[in-house]
T-cell receptor, first 114, second 112 residues
Framework: DGGITQSPKYLFRKEGQNVTLSCEQN?????MYWYRQDPGQGLRLIYY???????QKGDIAEGYSVSREKKESFPLTVTSAQKNPTAFYLC?????????????FGSGTRLTVV | QQQVKQSPQSLIVQKGGISIINCAYE??????FPWYQQFPGKGPALLIA?????SEKKEGRFTISFNKSAKQFSLHIMDSQPGDSATYFC???????????FGEGTQLTVNP
């Protein structure tokens, strides 16, 4: 079945550590996105990529980094510079142009700082 | 930064009632307005979407009403069911790109 796989489902990070969240899609979608979800704040865009080896900052990119070496993969690294990383992270993908199909989301990774 | 404002933050409806969630946007450079449904611990899933050249779109019990002049759009859930209990997000896509800007979300509870 086609879809987006995010791993791990739960992740615990110690203070000062970098952690990487995985996002893989087999939908042959061109664009991929990372959103952060906090209670009462909706979904906020961290980074997005419309083509391999290219990506753009979203609204809250500070403390995060990404890479897009393959069309299917868009990993997100949460660095120690991110002061409040505890959140639910969602990866999504879409065709381009997006048309009527919207985004397909993964099931998310819940990151907790311990 | 373009914004989409969503209300109410939470909504409780009795089974069989109508659930109404409202969104407003500030920028006219949006050309696609989807609604997403999210269950706890899951990613959002596309529910229904509309383009600004139509005023209403209906799919089953779900209807989007769009008012271009007021820059507002709303989701109506008719005959609400307990299985509709979820968080709903409105969103808007920029004309020039592919990124979506989301509202803050509405937690809907439908009581049996």
């Amino acid at each position: 079945d086609g879809g987006i796989t995010q791993s791990p489902k739960y992740l615990f990070r110690k203070e000062g550590q970098n952690v990487t969240l995985s996002c893989e899609q087999n939908l042959n979608h061109d664009a991929m996105y990372w959103y952060r979800q906090d209670p009462g704040q909706g979904l906020r865009l961290i980074y997005y990529s419309q083509i391999v080896n290219d990506f753009q900052k979203g609204d809250i990119a500070e403390g995060y980094s990404v890479s897009r070496e393959k069309k299917e993969s868009f990993p997100l690294t949460v660095t120690s510079a991110q002061k409040n990383p505890t959140a639910f992270y969602l990866c999504a993908s879409s065709i381009l142009p997006q048309g009527i199909y919207g985004y397909t989301f993964g099931s998310g990774t819940r990151l907790t700082v311990v | 930064q373009q914004q989409v404002k969503q209300s109410p933050q939470s909504l409780i409806v009795q089974k069989g009632g109508i659930s109404i969630i409202n969104c407003a946007y500030e920028n006219t450079a949006f050309d696609y307005f989807p609604w997403y449904q999210q269950f706890p611990g899951k990613g959002p899933a596309l529910l229904i979407a509309i383009r600004p050249d139509v005023s209403e779109k209906k799919e089953g019990r779900f209807t989007i009403s769009f008012n271009k002049s007021a820059k507002q759009f709303s989701l109506h859930i008719m005959d609400s069911q307990p299985g509709d209990s979820a968080t709903y997000f409105c969103a808007a896509k920029e004309t020039s790109g592919s990124r979506l800007t989301f509202g803050e979300g509405t937690q809907l509870t439908v009581n049996p």
